[in-house]
C-alpha cells in the first residue's frame, strides 16, 4: 500500500511528467493562458488517460499477448486513444452540453497530448499490476494539472510585465518552466 | 551565395522547432547528448520523409471522412517498425532514447506535415518537404544538444550508435567549469528559452525591415 | 450506408497491410533484439565473473520485486539484476555473488540521478565498497548521496534473501 502512494506522490511532485520528462508541452504553451482553462483541460485529461489506460492495459494483456501480437502495440494503442477521444466527445454532445461546452475544445487536442500515449505505453514498459497500473494513470495527469494550473496563474500575471521583445510569448514561457522544474526536483527530499 | 543566406535565415525563422514550437516534447528530453540529437533527428527525418510519400501516393484513394485515422495508421507502422530495426542494430540507442522512440508517433512535426503538405502535393514535393523539414528538426537538435553537452560535461563527442566506438570526443571545458545543471530538465527549458528568443529576435527584426 | 462500408474497408485493409509489414520487420529484428538482451547482461556477467565460461538465467523467488533477474555462473557463484528507486529514476545493477554468498562485484547498468550528486551510486567507489560483504554485513551509504546509495543497499539486501532462497 505504502509503495502505491510513494508512487502517486513521486508521479505528481517529483516525477513530474512535465516537468522532468517534458511531455505535455503543446498544451502547457498553447492552453494555459488563463487558469479556469487550465482546470477544465487538466480534468479531461486525468479522465481520458485514466479511461483509455484501463482499456489498453486490458487489450496488451488479454488480447494482444495471448495472440503474440505485441509488435502492434503502438498502432492498437494511438486507435485506441484517438476512437476513445471522438466517443467521449459524441457523448457529451448528446447528452450534456453544459460539460462539452467546458471541456469540448480541449478533447480534440488530447489525441496529440503525448501523455496520453506515453501513459499507455510506460503501464507496460514498466510491468506495472493492474493496482499500480491505476495509481500511475491518475498520478501522471494529476501531476500535469498542478504543473499546469500553477503555470498559468504565473502567466496570467506575464501578460502585464515588462520584457525585452524577444522574449515576449514562450520564450518567457519556457523560462518559468525552467524555473519551476527547479523547483519540483528539490521535492525529491521528501522520501 | 544570397540564395543560401536566405535558406539559412528561413532555416532559423520559419524553423519547426524554436519558431513553430512543434515536436518540443522530444526535442527537450532528448538534447543531452549529440548522439542522442542525431540518432532522434534522423529517425525523424526518415519517418517523415517517408510517411510524406506514402500519404501523397494514396492521396487519392484517402476518403476524406477517415483521413486522420489513415495517417495516424501509416505513421504509427513506420514508427514501429523503426523502434524494432533501433532495437535490433542500435541498442545503445534505444537504451537512450527509451520510451521516446514510440512517442514519434505523436510529434507534431509529422502529423502536421502530412495533413498541411503531403495531403495536397506530388510524391516528388512531399518528399523533398518531408526532407527540409526532417533536416532542420535534426539541426536544431544538434544545436540544441551541443550547447548542453559542452557546458555540462565539457565534452562534445559522437559515438557510432550501432557499435559504440567513439567518433570523435573533443575536450572544451575544463572539469573544474563545468555547468551540470544543463543536463538537468531545468537547463533544458533554459537552453530552449534562450534559443527561441534569438529565433523571435531574429523574426522581428526582419518584420521591421520589411516595413522599412 | 454504402459509404460506411467503404470507409470500413478501407480502414481494415490498411490496418491489414500494417499488420502485415509489422509481423515481418520483427519476423527479421526479434531473434537479433534477443540475442542483443543476453550479450548485453553476458559482458557485464563476465566482468563479474571473468573466469566463468557458463551462464544460465536461473528462476528465483523474491517478494521485494527489486530483484529482476537471476544468472547462475556455473562453478562460481550468482549474480543479480536489481532494480530500485533512487532519488528521481530507477537505478538498475547486477550483484555478484560467489557461492558463499560473499559479493564478488557490483556493476551498475543503468542510473539517472543526479549528476555528481546521486549519480555516485556509479562510480567505483560504491561498487568497491561493497565488494566482500555478506548479508548481515554493514554497508556504508556515501555522504552527499545517501538517498540513491541507501536505496541501492535496500536492494542488495533483496538479492542476499533471493540468494538464500536459491541456494537452501
Known amino acids: 500500500m505504502s509503495s502505491l502512494i510513494t508512487l502517486f506522490i513521486a508521479n505528481i511532485l517529483m516525477s513530474n511528467v512535465v516537468l522532468t520528462k517534458f511531455l505535455g508541452m503543446c498544451p502547457l504553451l498553447g492552453v494555459s493562458r488563463k487558469s479556469s482553462d487550465a482546470i477544465g483541460m487538466g480534468l479531461a485529461v486525468i479522465f481520458v488517460i485514466f479511461s483509455s489506460s484501463v482499456l489498453t492495459y486490458l487489450l496488451y494483456y488479454n488480447v494482444l499477448v495471448p495472440l503474440e501480437l505485441q509488435y502492434m502495440d503502438l498502432i492498437t494503442f494511438i486507435l485506441v486513444i484517438a476512437a476513445f477521444v471522438q466517443l467521449v466527445e459524441m457523448i457529451l454532445k448528446k447528452y450534456s452540453i453544459g460539460l462539452y461546452k467546458a471541456l469540448g475544445i480541449y478533447l480534440p487536442l488530447i489525441t496529440t497530448n503525448c501523455v496520453v500515449l506515453y501513459v499507455t505505453l510506460d503501464n507496460i514498459i514498466k510491468g506495472f499490476d493492474f493496482a499500480e497500473m491505476m495509481v500511475y494513470s491518475i498520478a501522471v495527469p494529476t501531476g500535469f494539472m498542478v504543473v499546469l494550473y500553477i503555470f498559468s496563474t504565473i502567466r496570467e500575471r506575464l501578460e502585464l510585465s515588462k520584457m525585452p521583445e524577444a522574449f515576449k510569448g514562450n520564450p518567457i514561457a519556457l523560462v518559468v518552466a525552467a524555473l519551476m522544474a527547479a523547483v519540483f526536483t528539490s521535492f525529491a527530499g521528501l522520501f | ?40 533527428g ?47 542494430y542500435a541498442p545503445a540507442l534505444d537504451q537512450a532514447l527509451g520510451v521516446f522512440i514510440p512517442l514519434i508517433v505523436v510529434n ?55 557499435n559504440s566506438q567513439t567518433i570523435f570526443s573533443l575536450p572544451i571545458i575544463p572539469a573544474a567549469y563545468r555547468i551540470a545543471i544543463f543536463k538537468e530538465p531545468i537547463g533544458a527549458f533554459l ?7 534569438a529565433v523571435q529576435a531574429i523574426r522581428n527584426w526582419q518584420a521591421k525591415k520589411e516595413v522599412k | 450506408m454504402k459509404k460506411i462500408l467503404h470507409l470500413t474497408v478501407f480502414l481494415a485493409l490498411l490496418s491489414a497491410i500494417s499488420g502485415g509489414i509489422l509481423a515481418y520487420v520483427n519476423f527479421i529484428t ?139
Do not use: H, W
Open chain 3, 30 to 168: 526479434s531473434p537479433i533484439i534477443e540475442e542483443q538482451k543476453i550479450a548485453k547482461v553476458k559482458a557485464s556477467l563476465q566482468e563479474l565473473f571473468p573466469q566463468a565460461t557458463e551462464f544460465v538465467e536461473v528462476s528465483f523467488t523474491d517478494d521485494t520485486g527489486k530483484v529482476t533477474n537471476a544468472y547462475e555462473a556455473k562453478g562460481y557463484g550468482y549474480a543479480f539484476t536489481v532494480s530500485v528507486q533512487g532519488y528521481k529514476d530507477t537505478i538498475t545493477y547486477l550483484v555478484g555473488m560467489d557461492a558463499s554468498g560473499k559479493i564478488v562485484g557490483l556493476k551498475v547498468t543503468y542510473i539517472n540521478d543526479t549528476p555528481g550528486i546521486g549519480s555516485r551510486v556509479g562510480d567505483p567507489e560504491f561498487a568497491n565498497s561493497v565488494v566482500g560483504k555478506a548479508k548481515g554485513d554493514q554497508v556504508d551509504t556515501l555522504s552527499g548521496a545517501t538517498i540513491s546509495s541507501s536505496a541501492a543497499i535496500t536492494g542488495l539486501e533483496a538479492a542476499f534473501a533471493a540468494f538464500d532462497a536459491l541456494t537452501n
Open chain 2, 108 to 162: 507534431c512535426i509529422i502529423l502536421g506535415r502530412a495533413e498541411a503538405f503531403a495531403s495536397k502535393n506530388g510524391i516528388g514535393a512531399s518528399a523533398l518537404d518531408g526532407l527540409t523539414m526532417g533536416l532542420a528538426y535534426t539541426l536544431s537538435l544538434v544545436a540544441m544538444s551541443s550547447i548542453r553537452q559542452i557546458l555540462a560535461d565539457g565534452i562534445l563527442s559522437l559515438n557510432n550508435p550501432f
Open chain 2, 1 to 40: 551565395m544570397k540564395a543560401f543566406g536566405k535558406f539559412l535565415l528561413s532555416l532559423l525563422s520559419e524553423n519547426p522547432v524554436f519558431g513553430l514550437y512543434l515536436g518540443i516534447c522530444s526535442t527537450l528530453a532528448i538534447t543531452t547528448s549529440l548522439d542522442n540529437a542525431l540518432g532522434m
Open chain 2, 42 to 88: 534522423i529517425s525523424v527525418l526518415a519517418i517523415l520523409t517517408v510517411s510524406n510519400i506514402i500519404i501523397s501516393a494514396v492521396r487519392n484513394i484517402t476518403p476524406d471522412e477517415i483521413r486522420i485515422p489513415v495517417y495516424i495508421v501509416i505513421i504509427a507502422t513506420l514508427v514501429k517498425s523503426v523502434e524494432l530495426l533501433i532495437k535490433a
Open chain 2, 191 to 197: 537552453t530552449f528559452a534562450l534559443l527561441a528568443a
